[in-house]
């Protein structure tokens, strides 16, 4: 270790840099052999970056106008670029979920808002695979619904969370992946820099020619009592804009380190996010309570050393977040009992097919559960998406609303009822009845406490309600 770390490693507090030392001292300095010699990246690192609250059409890699994203549209060039990746929940704690177990929320018991109840001790979790294969593991995120008390923590030597921004937690990954960079690692990286109240500075928002836009434009937006289509909201869908932007920098100065180490040509890198945002496309604000294209149409680039150089995009709809591990895993050779798909066999020449590998047509199921009438909320719904179609249930109301994405992307014209798409209703209430809570023992107090709204939150600290206070959820 150089002297020069030291000051950083400070400022990651005591516990933080004891646990670093101790991850180092407990791994072999020489990589180790992978389970899976036919691998398309055998024994490489694996960077998972999660960006929250970023929706897809609002990165430039997407075909969004303003230059909200250069660092993520440089790395796409040489990524593979899923063009329609469906995230399982439209907030935080049940899509981290998913995207760390491969499971759907309903198994995990927390598709309900808010569902202050920790993940399942039985449910696998990614950085477990990963560390049980001889990687070192990290992670840096902006805690919240992703913090340690929720279960995320399980599987990593390192779980730090020094506040809520790419920037308040980037010394201490930096630190972590210089020290770890001999030796096979998976960091994930986590900022909540898109979310409200959507933080910018003023050379953001100066980059994307804003700067005669105030923060104070979105001051108390969308909150519990301004729920309606305010004036000024151009204006705050800037700020929104400038505040990806600026985690977008900060993913960069993390990519660029990257490749200064040498390191960019061996590991694999995932950036993608847990959900979007919606300005009213469809009366709404915020997330959590609908599964419209606004809030499950999420960013997922992959970029795969030698396999994805040419930069492939892939036009299939794919399930976002339980395909997570599964593809993650299976590219660097891990051999794993993750449930949930696997996107390498869409990746082309190179890829290797697995008997978890993603099949065309597949259904993609989306869900939430807030109190009907509570916030806009019209109660439970579910998703389902196959090629274009797509059909959504609000299964409170035992209504449905069926539209065709390949000629109304925005979801804005639900087809006439007469449509074929409407017939599937029964099969989506079937696979909710069959996909239930993975701990049966629990499921009893499970269902009780999803009856509630907000029970099961007696034993969150108060700091942390405040915390989650602050990035605009009024419930706990």
Known sequence: MTLSLFPRLLRVGLGTLLALLASCSERPATRLGTALS???CPGCNVVLVSMDTVRADHLGCYGYSRDTSPSVDQLAIKSALFEQAVSQSPWTLPAHGSIMTGLQPRVLGVVRYPAMRRLPQSARMLAEEFKDAGYATGAFTGGGFVSAHFGFARGFDVYQTDGRRFEHNMDGALDWLRLNQDRPFFLFLHGYNAHRPYYSTSADRQALGLGNVSRKEASGFCGRDKRERPANLDAIVSLYDASIRGGDRHVGSFLDELDKLGLADKTVVLVTSDHGEEFFEHGNCDHVRFVYAEVVNVPWVLRVPGLTDHGPR???PVPASISVPSTLLELVGVEHSMPGPSLVGLLGTGAVDTASNWSTGTPIYSEAGTAAGKLGSRGAVIAERRGSQ????YTGE?????YDLGVDPGELNALPSRHGV?????????????????DGKEQGRRNKAAENDGEG?????????QKLRDL?????
Do not use: F, M, T
């Open 398 to 402: 035992d209504s449905n609303e069926a």
């Open 457 to 465: 939150s007696d034993d969150i600290p108060e700091n942390l309600k």
């Open 390 to 393: 797509k059909l959504v249930r």
């Open 38 to 40: 036919n691998a398309a």
């Open 422 to 438: 409407y017939s599937w209703a029964a099969g989506l209430d079937e696979w909710a009845d069959a996909n239930q809570l993975i």
């Open 314 to 316: 892939i036009k299939e």
């Open 472 to 476: 605009g959820y009024v419930d706990p």
